[in-house]
């Protein structure tokens, strides 16, 4: 038998196999041996008899190993006999329950003929003949179930993969069209009304025309007379009943009686022979090995006139009459038939959305009311099954009725957008999300969380109980939330089923309502967002579990793929109705568009714009503005301020141009004092220990603390320039800054492009983090942010803070600056040489040349490496001396210069750090240089250190 398009997926299930029995234990060796090993050390050792006794536990052991190994063997073997009994039965029960899925498809894609006598109502699933699927029987058939593991030499193993393969008692279905000879007189006949039944179940009264051919035997003459009691009067024509009496040639589709296998056409697809109650064979079938046997289907004449006069009776309360729906309509011929019917324009509803979208199954206008019959609706349809036509119609109809005061429609499309590009100029149209913008279109969905609340709102300050309410005075327009591919939104943003979800369940009241398209329902749309849509539509689909998801039919798989627009509409359960949808005309649609109406309110705030000037800002009472936030869940744009004493030190992270200075000018523009830390090493260095010495000096103070803001720009690039030991000091004086800082009024602000070394240290110090722009969202997510915030696209002054979307302010180009606090001791002097000097230097004759004109014409120039000199040595205040020499030199007089640099300042020129820290034996850091320039150094005899820049050297 083969699979028919209604399955589910395959699936797999694996055979469960007996576990590999477990090793046998060998014979303990070394187990037994050592006891006699222990009886032969202590025999020597102690000479004693009872070393006998260990040499009997040699035996002892092996043995009790032995029966051990065997007594856990067993028990493990009795776990893994029961665990295997019962994977098999899981393993069964699985397979039972994927087999009653596959009959209840199939049986659900051809109801037998037996249970179509049995029921009281019959809804139509298909349009022509060639559609319907028949049931031949029920036999054995491979089940489409994918069986892995197992053993080919295990019995169990076999036998659970043949039951597992085997469908059992499972409907045979015939190919489509049905073309089926029965053979075997009068057992046939019975078999072949069956079909016939199933037929006329099937296929519209409005699309078909049964032909009944008998001879003139009396018996084949009543065997087929109830056929023309039959309601189907429509177009195509199926031959049924004997083969001698019917009209040759025989129709596309049939169902009839031979004699004999030589009288069977060659153009039947299915032949069976019906030879007794018990023996009924297929011995011809297109998909299927023959031949085999089925269990059959027999109906009497009783049941068959019984089953016309139901049909004829259901036809008539249904006040059928004959007429074809047309292939094509458009919306210009529906508006003008509703004037026809209503005598002039229409009336809509007051307390509904009604609108006309097509031409019904009788001839009707076809009109849907989105509150009566709602609130909410589900379209499937697979591609090309005019699915965009229909909600383009639909809203374009609901728009001529009511104006923007009562409806309006925000439009989503997840396959570009252009189907709906004709409906963005009316006037009820608050808007358009599309995929070609993600960040937007999240934005924008998520707002209507927010939409929901607001909502709430405004029914709660006006005490009603829903919209329709009257003490709203029509102060809440009805909101038609239309997607087109509901499914590919999902996929892109999955955390707004729960939106939608909850918009279902309390719609109706808040006059919200969902309009979700989507090719393929099965497993998008979950049963929670299903059970409040009443309202069902489906266009072709490619199977008929699809279709029976939506409207409990699989007709809408029947549709032939040349009939697009062609509806099935099911309302709250009842049998689906045809519907040809009409065709809105693009251009005409757009040629009588108005404007969009300023008053209306969208569901959602624009996004925020690129360029915020601080000036637009509201000031705070109290903080610092650092721009506006985005908070689309809440649809609120407010400021987003800063306040220094309650949220501390703040890091600000992106990359190159995305930003981070300006937020610094920002902050620095409204601070009333700011240290503003420079990018060179002696700028930095100097201002970092000023700024921790302010912080000293005022957790000793009893005065009140100004606020003081310190800004760092590219504070990870500032401090790799430092080398390995003054990075380590300054990494240490900006954690002191960080602790100790806020509680005295200082806060650091720094921004850096990565959060990498050495600044992860200080990184968890910042309480506060502003992601601006990253490139790579890697380094996003090493920076700490989350990672569905990261946007490559953002324009520079965009990020993310405290979860939301955050835009800076911008400051005017010639703010004016803010007074900085000014160093507090001078680490850089630039003056003259003093008369009396210690020269340590690398060069000396580089130095003579250089301080040649410097040096005071009386000076007294010593060189430290004549030791015979430089130990009788006396300063003496009327005669200046400068004593010169290398660092090897003075370490090698190292106690005389010990002496005298207690009196005498020292000048370090071009000296190495570690040639500084052996001199003076220091552990305290000099000052460091900037990069390119030698290193200068003073040490006064007060043990104070400074850069020294001669003024001679300073100024040339």
């Known amino acids: 038998m083969r699979r028919h398009d209604s399955f589910l997926a395959d699936e797999v299930i694996v055979v469960p196999r007996p576990a590999d029995p477990p ?55 009795r776990r893994s006999d029961a665990e295997l009994v019962r994977r098999k039965r899981a393993f069964a029960e699985r397979v039972d329950a994927f087999h009653a899925r596959e009959i209840s498809t199939l049986r659900q894609c051809a109801p037998s003929a037996r249970s179509i006598l049995d029921r009281t109502a019959n809804p139509f699933t298909a349009t022509v003949a060639g559609q319907a699927v028949v049931c031949l029987g029920t036999g054995s058939a491979r089940s489409s179930i994918r069986v892995e593991g197992g053993t080919d030499d295990d019995d169990d193993s076999r036998r659970l993969r043949s039951a597992a393969l085997l469908l059992t008692d499972a409907p045979v279905l015939a190919a489509s069209p049905a073309r089926i000879v029965v053979g075997a007189p009068p057992l046939a006949h019975a078999i072949a009304r069956g079909y016939a039944v199933q037929l006329a179940a099937a296929v519209s009264p409005d699309a078909v025309t049964f032909l009944a051919g008998s001879t003139m035997r009396t018996q084949d003459s009543r065997a087929w007379a109830w056929v023309h009691s039959l309601p189907h009067s429509g177009g195509e024509e199926v031959s049924l009943g004997s083969l001698d009496g019917a009209r040759q040639p025989l129709c596309a589709t049939f169902i009839v009686v031979a004699d004999s296998v030589e009288a069977v056409p060659a153009e039947a697809n299915v032949v069976i022979a019906a030879d007794s109650v018990a023996d009924v064979t297929v011995l011809r079938h297109p998909t299927l090995s023959t031949p085999f046997q089925i269990g059959g289907e027999f109906v009497s004449v009783i049941e068959v006139e019984d089953f016309s006069r139901r049909l004829n009776r259901q036809s008539a309360a249904a006040g059928r009459v004959l007429f074809e729906l047309p292939s094509r309509v458009t919306s210009a011929e529906v508006e003008a038939r509703v004037y026809e019917e209503d005598g002039g324009a229409p009336r809509p509803s007051a307390s509904g959305l009604s609108a006309a979208i097509g031409i019904g199954e009788h001839g009707e206008v076809f009109s849907l009311d989105l509150v009566e019959q709602g609130p909410h609706a589900v379209v499937a349809g697979t591609t090309g099954s005019g699915k965009s036509e229909l909600l383009v119609t639909w809203v374009a109809a609901l728009a001529q009725a009511y104006a923007a005061a009562a409806f309006t429609v925000l439009l989503v499309d997840f396959k570009g957008g252009a189907a709906f590009d004709p409906l963005t100029g009316l006037e009820q149209c608050v808007g358009l999300i599309t995929d070609l913008d993600p960040g937007g279109a999240e934005r924008a969905l998520s707002s209507l969380r927010a939409e929901v609340r607001w909502r709430e709102g ?74 409040n849509c009443e309202l069902r539509l489906s266009l072709r689909v490619n199977n008929a579990a699809d279709s029976t998801a939506i409207i409990g039919s699989p007709a809408a798989s029947m549709l032939s793929p040349g009939q697009r627009g062609r509806c099935l509409i099911s309302v709250g359960g009842r049998s689906p109705v045809a519907v040809q949808v009409a065709y809105t005309d693009a251009a005409a649609l757009v040629d009588g568009r108005t404007a969009t109406g300023s008053g209306i309110r969208a569901p959602w705030l624009p996004a925020l714009p690129h360029r915020i000037m601080l000036d637009d800002l509201p000031r705070p009472y109290s903080g610092l503005a650092l721009g506006l936030l985005d908070l689309p869940d809440e649809q609120r744009q407010p400021l987003a301020c800063y306040d220094l004493t309650e949220q501390g030190p703040l890091l600000i992270l992106g990359s190159s141009r995305s930003g981070k200075s300006t937020l610094l000018s920002t902050i620095a523009h409204q601070a009333s004092a700011v240290v503003a830390v420079g990018a060179g090493i002696e700028q930095m260095w100097d201002t970092v220990r000023d700024v921790v010495d302010l912080c000293r000096e ?3 103070g009893d005065d009140p603390c100004s606020p003081v803001v310190v800004l760092i720009d590219d504070l990870d690039s500032a401090l790799r320039r430092f080398d390995a030991e003054y990075q380590s000091v300054l990494v240490s004086d900006l954690a002191a800054i960080l602790r100790d800082g806020p509680a005295c009024g200082i806060t650091l602000i720094a921004s850096a492009q990565r959060l990498a070394a050495p600044l992860t240290g200080l990184a968890p110090l910042f309480p506060e983090r502003i992601h601006l722009r990253f490139a790579s969202r890697q380094e996003y997510i090493v920076a700490e942010g989350a990672s569905s915030d990261h946007d490559p696209r953002l324009p520079p002054g965009a990020g993310h803070w405290r979860g939301a979307r955050l835009q800076v302010a911008l400051v005017p180009t010639l703010a004016p600056t803010r007074t900085a606090v000014s160093s507090r001791h001078v680490r850089t002097h630039r003056r003259s040489m003093p008369p009396d000097l210690l020269v340590v230097t690398s060069r000396p004759a580089h130095f003579f040349e250089r301080q040649c004109d410097a040096m005071p014409h009386a000076v007294t120039l010593i060189d430290a490496g004549d030791r015979a000199v430089l130990s009788a040595f006396a300063p003496t205040d009327d005669m200046p001396v400068w004593i010169v020499g290398t660092p090897d030199a003075w370490i090698a007089a190292w106690s005389t210069f010990a002496s005298l640099r207690s009196r005498v300042p020292v000048y370090f020129d071009g000296c190495s750090l570690s040639d500084f820290r052996s001199l003076t034996r220091r552990r305290e850091l000099p000052p460091p240089v900037d990069h390119g320039r030698p290193a200068r150094w003073l040490l006064t005899p007060d043990d104070t250190v400074t850069r020294f820049e001669p003024a001679e050297v300073s100024g040339r």
């Open 23 to 77: 090793p046998k234990p060998p014979f303990p060796i070394i187990g037994a041996l050592a006891p006699l090993g222990v009886a032969v050390v202590v025999w020597f050792v102690l000479h004693s008899p009872l070393a006998l006794i260990f040499a009997l536990l040699s035996p002892v052991m092996a043995v009790a190993t032995l029966l051990d190994g065997r007594f856990n063997g067993r028990r493990a073997k």
């Open 458 to 531: 405004v029914l709660r300050d006006a005490s009603a109980r829903d919209i329709s309410d009257e003490r709203l005075g029509g102060r809440l327009p009805r909101l038609v939330i239309v997607v087109d591919e509901f499914a590919a939104m999902l996929s892109e943003f999955p955390q707004l089923h729960d939106v939608f979800a909850d918009i279902a369940a309390r719609g109706r009241s808040l006059g919200m309502h969902l309009v979700l398209c989507t090719q393929r329902p099965s497993g998008v749309v979950k049963d929670s967002l299903l059970a």
């Open 698 to 700: 005022r957790q000793v």
